[in-house]
Structure formats: structure tokens, C-alpha cells
């Protein structure tokens, strides 16, 4: 099993990225993907997810508006389009993948992102 982060990058606030999760060696399209982050210090959150299927998605708050989850099962491709970076979005982003009824629950290593001047 693998997922595999990419896109992170140092970035201007006000500025865009737009983080990929390569998967591959399991049933991607039957797991809930989803992109957390850890900022120094702090505790890993969730920041969005998106169910199997890609028909519901949600968000924490603090990025509703101005980020995207989006999927394509065919590629076995998870992405989080993010908009109007702000310095509080710097930390470490990971994928993950859930599938609860197997207790299945999968992590990539991380991509940096950075926010600032």
C-alpha cells in the first residue's frame, strides 16, 4: 500500500497550490480519501475528505471556501486544490485513506506547505 503526497511548495499568501495523493495497492475507489495537516506544535487535523464515490464532501471550517477536494478513481488520485493560501495553513499535509468496515486506515508521508512573504 501506497499513497503518495506531491504539490507542496513554498507559497505567497493570497497564492494557490494544489496538493495530489497517488494511490495504489488497495481498492482505492472503495475508500473515503481525505487530506489532514500538522502545523508545528499542534495536533494533526482533518482538513477535508470526500467519500468513495466523490458524491459528499466536507471541510473544517477554516478552509470552506477556499479549498477543494476532489478525487478520480480511475487514476487512483486524490487532490486538494487550495485557494487564498493564508500563513495559518503552513503544516505538513498527509493523505489518508479509510475504509472503516475493514478497519483499514492508510497514510503518506507528507508534503511541506508554506505560507508566507
Known amino acids: 500500500v501506497q499513497l503518495v503526497e506531491s504539490g507542496g511548495g513554498l507559497v505567497q499568501p493570497g497564492g494557490s497550490l494544489r496538493l495530489s495523493c497517488a494511490a495504489s495497492g488497495f481498492t482505492f475507489s472503495s475508500y473515503v480519501m481525505s487530506w489532514h495537516r500538522q502545523a508545528p506544535g499542534k495536533e494533526r487535523e482533518l482538513v477535508a475528505h470526500i467519500t468513495s464515490a466523490g458524491g459528499t464532501t466536507n471541510y473544517v471550517d477554516s478552509v470552506k471556501g477556499r479549498f477543494t477536494i476532489s478525487r478520480d478513481n480511475a487514476k487512483n488520485m486524490v487532490y486538494l486544490q487550495m485557494n487564498s493560501l493564508k500563513p495559518e495553513d503552513t503544516a505538513v499535509y498527509y493523505c489518508?485513506?479509510?475504509?472503516?468496515?475493514?478497519?483499514?486506515?492508510?497514510w503518506g508521508q507528507g508534503t511541506q506547505v508554506t505560507v508566507s512573504l
Open positions: 489518508n485513506a479509510k475504509r472503516a468496515a475493514l478497519a483499514r486506515d492508510y
